[in-house]
């Protein structure tokens, strides 16, 4: 995850030198502790865990479809890490607008109730999911206005999104950033 998120950022800035939308990208990169910026060591508190690497809804299909059960797909960056990374997107996506609370919610519960170690079984799932929905919003916008500059175009509505989602970031105290709980 944070080695992700570097590599996006350090894709923006190659790609867009300056400009009004990669301040507040850079503000909420800046706003990041260390660790999920790759800068320094991640904590030791919950690595050793078989992660997806790039979960999103888009990731889970039913086969036989309609009825069958739930499979994830398209394993090709599995590998050991924080479980908490594998919920950053959804979770990133939901904070920024993206996913309706509803949707949010019931994958929520769902990975709850199939013992998805990301987060504790039950009540706020924010301590261990906040730094890296964060990051992952970083990532998220750093990419889009790379994308967007190689193309000649602005962002588009939800590349927007991301980026407005990067200024809330930005605009939060240093002392809501924490280190991921042990």
């Known amino acids: 995850g944070p080695v992700k998120a570097a590599r996006a950022v350090a ?56 009825q069958g059960p739930w499979l994830l797909i398209d394993m090709d960056d599995a590998g050991l890490g924080d479980p908490a990374w594998d919920l950053a997107r959804p979770a990133a996506w939901y904070a920024a607008g993206l996913l309706p609370p509803g949707i ?24 261990e999911l906040d730094v890296v929905a964060r990051a992952l919003t970083v990532q998220t916008a750093a990419l889009a206005l790379a994308k967007s500059a190689a193309e000649e175009r602005s962002p588009d509505e939800v590349e927007q999104l991301m980026i407005d989602a990067c200024v809330r970031i930005a605009s939060l105290p240093p002392e809501l950033v924490s280190e991921p709980p042990s």
């Open 104 to 127: 949010w919610l019931r994958f929520l519960d769902a990975y709850r109730a199939a013992g998805g170690p990301a987060v504790r079984a039950d009540g706020d799932p924010w301590p």
């Open 11 to 66: 894709r923006m800035c190659r790609a867009v030198s300056g400009g009004p939308c990669t301040a507040p990208v850079l503000a909420a990169w800046r706003g990041l502790p260390g660790w999920a910026r790759a800068e320094n060591p991640v904590p030791p508190h919950r690595d050793g865990y078989l992660c997806h690497g790039d979960l999103h809804l888009g990731q889970l299909v039913r086969h036989p479809a309609p």
